[in-house]
């Protein structure tokens, strides 16, 4: 099971607009428009803003300086995915390189049992995510061969024997720093406005749980 079956399980009654970009965002005393890349606009009376906080200051420029969001960054994370019809030859499911390593994290899908193909991912470290970011595809393939040569024979990364292989790029993958107090950020000065996050709790999944619920509990206090 992948990490996105329990927001889906949880999402599933619910109405969601995906592939939809908001660009503008227009605050009223009592209420909210906003506005996606297709002119569409949306009412609502609570707006939950849970994207990182630069993605956040940029609809709202007047939280910039924020002391609760205006030290919160992110470190980049590049991650490769490699599927083929052999299976990879190594023991493990998934190994950690160490932090010196372009590469920090590899894993074997079919081995986790979330992919019915042979198909490894692999996240690459702060400092090469940072250097790779904008690279082409090709260089970041390039690179991911020639620094993984202990590994190579499990790996069997030769070129033309994929599937299918893929770059993603994560510009705000991993806050950096400590959780937060309180771990959202909470304003009523007009209609309220709510921001949570993994960025406000120190990262992942359930950092990310925590803020939203500790964000929802102090706004349901004040209804
Ligand atoms: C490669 C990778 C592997 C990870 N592995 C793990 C793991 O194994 N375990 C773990 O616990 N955590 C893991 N994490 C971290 C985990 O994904 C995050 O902690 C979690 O997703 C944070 O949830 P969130 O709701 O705070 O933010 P996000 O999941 O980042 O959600 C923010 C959403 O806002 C959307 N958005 C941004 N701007 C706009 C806009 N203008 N309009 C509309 N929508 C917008 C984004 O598209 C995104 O869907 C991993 C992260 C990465 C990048």
């Known amino acids: 099971m992948g990490m996105s ?45 849970t994207c990182p906080t630069p993605q956040i200051t940029t609809l709202l420029p007047e939280f910039k300086d924020h002391p609760q969001i205006k030290n919160v ?26 932090r010196e390593s372009s590469v920090e994290w590899i894993c074997d899908n079919q081995k986790k049992g979330i992919s019915p193909l042979p198909a490894l991912t692999m996240h690459f470290s702060k400092n090469a995510s940072e250097k790779y970011f904008d690279s082409p595809d090709e260089e970041v393939f390039r690179m991911l061969e020639v620094s993984l040569p202990n590994l190579h024979r499990g790996l069997n990364l030769h070129r033309g024997d994929f599937l ?9 993958s991993q806050p950096i720093g400590a959780a937060i107090h309180p771990p959202y950020l909470y304003d009523q000065t007009l209609a309220p406005l709510l921001m949570v996050g993994d960025g406000f709790s120190g990262g992942r999944v359930e950092g990310a749980i925590q803020s939203t619920l500790s964000g929802l509990n102090k706004w349901q206090e004040t209804q």
């Open 164 to 172: 299918y292989r893929a770059v993603h790029r994560w510009r705000y």
């Open 5 to 49: 079956a329990i927001p889906k399980e949880l999402a599933k009654n619910l109405r969601v607009n995906f592939e939809t970009k908001v660009v503008r965002i227009e605050r009223q005393a009592k209420a909210w428009s906003l506005w996606d890349e297709n002119e569409n606009r949306l009412d609502c009376r609570l707006l939950v803003m």
């Open 73 to 98: 960054s992110y470190r980049p994370c590049l991650a490769v995915l490699i599927c083929r019809e052999l299976p990879f030859e190594m023991e493990w499911t998934a190994k950690w390189m160490g």
